[in-house]
């Protein structure tokens, strides 16, 4: 059964979809059956994937209204990730749930039919704490949280850290933090290393070793609609991010140990 995980932080521009994506195309590297789910209704996973969102049939939307399976609106892509998609529909699902009943329990049930396919499936989340980012909490095992080291970030952290521990106590019993992923690193900036070291001496062994530095390679992947692990092995950012796989991997080895 497949471990599910959202990248997820409440501020925007942290590099949650960057992750997603390249975290995906490099535990499909490592020989792992991944599905991303793209719960942002700006699609941008999906189109960073190489996916025409102009042109799907179904997509997560259609998920959550239970108007069609999840395995419907599943594309498989070059990179090997299979992903459910997203377009600008998805902004109206928080209006059309919001009156629903176990709105709560749409994205979990769903993916009921689909968890033995896979071995990780990731969940791109909004910027924000809204029906769709609880639909994903909700249905996920634990969190990955991307974020930069600068001194606003860590306000939003605790932010954070407080609607997991509220999703887990009300709706999700199960629901961890996986690891807190430090991006768009700077070393010349001494800020920079200051946050990190506080991250390091407040949450220990939670924080991943591997650091994803700032690459202009990262940003450019997703014009291509291509991870950055295709687009531009050998650059420092798709290096990054299959050290970053390796080390997902060894920790579940661990904890299964």
Request: glycine residues 6%.
């Amino acid at each position: 059964m497949a471990k599910v995980i959202s990248v997820t932080n409440q501020k925007g521009g942290v590099g949650k979809t960057t992750t997603s994506i390249n975290l995906s195309a490099a535990l499909v590297l490592q020989k792992k059956r991944i599905l991303l789910l793209d719960m942002d209704p700006q699609g941008n996973a999906s189109v960073g994937l190489g996916v025409d969102t102009s042109q799907l049939n179904a997509t997560i939307y259609d998920v959550l209204l239970n108007e069609v399976t999840a395995k419907q609106a599943i594309v498989n892509t070059e990179s090997g990730v299979d992903v459910m998609t997203a377009n600008g529909d998805l902004a109206g699902a928080q209006v059309e749930l919001l009156n629903e009943i176990g709105r709560e329990l749409r994205l979990k049930k769903a993916l009921v039919a689909v968890q033995d396919d896979y071995d990780y499936i990731l969940i791109d989340c909004p910027p924000a704490l809204n029906v769709l980012t609880i639909n994903a909490l909700v249905a996920s095992d634990s969190v990955i949280i991307p974020m930069q080291c600068e001194y606003f970030a860590l306000e939003g952290l605790s932010a954070l850290i407080s609607t997991v521990r509220t999703i887990r106590e009300a709706l999700n019993p199960k629901l961890t933090i996986e690891g807190l992923l430090r991006t768009m690193f700077d070393k010349r900036n001494s800020l920079s290393g200051e946050v990190s070291k506080q991250l390091q001496n407040h949450f220990g062994d939670k924080v991943y070793s591997t650091i994803i530095p700032r690459n202009v390679r990262l940003a450019e992947a997703p014009s291509y609609g291509e991870s950055a692990i295709s687009y531009a092995p050998a650059s420092k950012g798709a290096k990054a991010y299959v050290d970053l796989a390796k080390e997902v991997l060894s920790i579940a080895r661990k904890k299964a140990a």
